[in-house]
């Protein structure tokens, strides 16, 4: 039976990945839970193209696989479990928790590292949550990740039909755990506890970051409750939340050359370890008073005035600042990739009072702008105190 398995692994695994992928597909189309944010068409070329240069990158990196080093260390009796006494079954049943605890245990170090986290968060920079995310990882954290497994399988010495079952179940329940389906809540309810279900994964895909820090777990539930990782359902519910991350809002970050380039690109964010309170939403120190910036405008370094309100309102009654740029709140993260080059600098947002950019300010800081400030009162203040004049040069505030 195992040397059958052995002998035909690249075909089980590829008709289990084929065959996952339709079922699950079908599923989603079926019995969606969320309405679908942005089209497959959008975001299915880059997902299944990145599956495509894993592959490879895989085959041409390692000359062989994790089932491969489990039989070398079988044969030579290297490893833990090749130098026990243990039944078979015993065997396979260890080898199979505790190399789903590396992984669990793998998954949190990529969050918790900062420049871990800079190739993980590929996966996390899906703009929606379907069967294909689960086969969405940056190929630079594929090879990581599987030289770190040969090395477990080693030491481990874990049997070859374990390691083999481990990675077509971790794969098939990858894609069962990150699909876009709908179970009755009861059935939710219980089948989480034996496997990692899409309630409780889409948690870990949520923008929150106390959120996206949960649920690490791609296949038993177990590690996260027992380690007390487990967070049941997202705050904003699972038709409210919203997916992704702060920075890579724009869709056109899905494509598959933007996708590989992402560890590279933009501030490591306030996601991982240490980073936390980097851009702290009601930060005290985030707002400025009409006549500081008064003060500020003219002098060197000159703050970026962005206005997010609508364009009629950007040329309305109350007017706007002298040199101030106008990006409408909801249009705001399209820009933040040409807005880069002003991450060190300092940028203060405006609109009518301070509602839509105090939400400006903190979707700069999570996109890792450093010094952000909102206009305390915004444009009705500064009017108020420049008088009833139209207020669009920098008249100074009384
Ligand atoms: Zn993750």
Redesign the pocket.
């Known amino acids: 039976m195992a040397n059958i398995l052995l002998a035909h692994e690249p075909a089980i695994r590829l008709a289990f990945f084929g065959g996952m992928l339709g079922g699950m597909a079908a599923w989603e189309t079926l019995a969606p839970r969320r309405r679908r944010a942005i089209s497959r068409w959008t975001r299915w070329p880059g997902n299944l193209g990145i599956v495509v240069l894993n592959t490879l990158a895989l085959r041409l990196t390692f000359p062989v696989a994790a089932v491969g080093v489990a039989a070398i260390a079988e044969e030579r009796g290297w490893g833990l479990l090749n130098n026990v006494a243990l039944p078979d079954w015993t065997r396979i049943i260890i080898a199979f928790l505790l190399l789903d605890l590396a992984i669990y245990l793998q998954?949190v170090m990529?969050?918790a590292v900062p420049a871990l986290w800079r190739l993980?968060r590929m996966?996390?920079a899906d703009l929606d949550f379907d069967v294909t995310t689960g086969a969405r990882f940056h190929p630079v954290e594929i090879l990581l990740s599987m030289g770190l497994k040969l090395a477990v399988v080693a030491a481990l010495g874990a049997p070859a039909v374990a390691v083999l079952v481990f990675e077509i179940v971790l794969n098939a329940t990858s894609m069962f755990n990150h699909a876009n389906l709908r179970l009755p809540a009861g059935v939710d309810r219980m089948l989480r506890w034996i496997v990692v279900t899409p309630d409780m994964h889409r948690v870990?895909?949520s923008i929150v970051v106390d959120e996206?820090n949960s649920n690490?777990g791609f296949n038993l539930p177990w590690w996260d409750r027992l380690l007390g990782t487990y967070q049941a359902q997202p705050a904003a519910g699972h038709e409210g939340m919203t997916i992704g991350l702060d920075i890579f809002r724009d869709p056109g970050q899905l494509r598959l050359d933007r996708m590989l380039v992402q560890p590279l690109v933009g501030a490591v964010g306030r996601y991982p370890i240490n980073r936390r309170g980097h851009g702290d939403a009601d930060d005290k120190a985030s707002w400025i008073e009409p006549s500081a910036l008064a003060d500020r405008l003219g002098r060197e370094p000159q703050p970026l005035i962005i206005d997010v309100r609508g364009p009629d309102e950007f040329a309305g009654e109350l007017g706007h600042l002298a040199g101030a740029r106008n990006i409408p709140l909801p249009e705001l993260p399209q820009h933040l990739r040409d807005l880069d080059r002003f991450k060190e600098r300092p940028v203060v947002l405006v609109c009518r009072t301070q509602m839509r950019s105090a939400k400006a300010a903190a979707m700069l800081r999570e996109a890792g702008f450093r010094d952000v400030a909102v206009l305390r009162g915004g444009m009705v203040e500064w009017a108020r105190r420049t008088g009833p004049a139209r207020a669009d040069v920098a008249t100074r505030p009384r």
């Open positions: 998954h990529f969050h993980h996966h996390h870990h895909h996206t690490f």
